[in-house]
């Protein structure tokens, strides 16, 4: 199931509570101290213990060691995911978060230390545009059970927009009405954000249909 971008008065309220911990020796905004690994054998013998598989994760992240920061992140995804890799990318950077639990598509990419501080690049509404694209309306009228894979490809790129901000690229697949179907090509789609970080929104940059 698609995750949602946290709401904003969640977010931050999560994120004040970060930038408090640790008698301010910490700043609000994440970076490479908020990376964690799962210690897979000590994660399948409490999986096997207990069956509240986020309390496990937050256990075992406390008894570990994880810093503030990836304990933050983990209070910030509900307690279900974590981080596992992070790159700076100027105002706003990415993060690679990484959620166990989950049946497909694990890994999914965050755009962190905008407003608000987490931003998911999985899709839950419909692409702005999507609809009145002429590539995509062949490709729909050929298959119509085309769907949109919500979990996007690493960034294929990082844009310096006209206003100063920053748009973040990623590409999803465009599938024959299942996971497992075929691949009709692909939408890429940006994420948006001001020069002060706030994100703006999602813009389509182009279909590109399967060769």
């Not at 698609?2 to 911990?21: D, G, H, I, K």
């Not at 897979?40 to 937050?58: F, I, P, S, Y």
């Not at 105002?91 to 890994?107: G, H, K, M, Y």
Request: with cysteine; net charge negative.
């Amino acid at each position: 199931m698609p995750r949602r971008p946290l709401s904003l008065p969640l977010a931050l309220a999560a994120v004040a509570c970060f930038a408090a911990t640790a008698a301010g020796q910490v700043t609000a905004r994440f970076g490479p101290d908020g990376v964690w690994t799962l210690p897979e054998a000590a994660w399948t013998a409490c999986l096997k213990r207990n069956a509240d598989a986020t309390g496990c994760l937050a256990s075992l992240m406390q008894d570990g060691g994880a810093s503030p920061q990836a304990v933050a992140i983990n209070k910030l995804l509900d307690g279900e995911g974590y981080m596992t890799a992070f790159r700076e990318a100027g105002r706003v950077d990415v993060a690679e978060v990484t959620f166990p639990l989950r049946a497909n598509s694990n890994e999914v990419a965050y755009l962190v230390n905008g407003e608000p501080p987490l931003v998911s690049s999985e899709l839950d509404a419909d692409i702005p545009g999507l609809a009145a694209n002429a590539q995509y309306a062949a490709i729909k009228k050929a298959h119509p059970d085309v769907m949109t894979w919500p979990v996007g490809e690493e960034p294929r790129a990082v844009e310096a927009l006209a206003d100063g901000g920053q748009g973040f690229t990623f590409a999803y697949a465009l599938l024959n009405g299942c996971h497992a179907c075929e691949v009709l090509g692909h939408v890429a789609v940006s994420f948006d954000f001001g020069p002060d970080g706030t994100f703006h929104g999602q813009r389509l940059v182009s279909v590109d249909p399967a060769p």
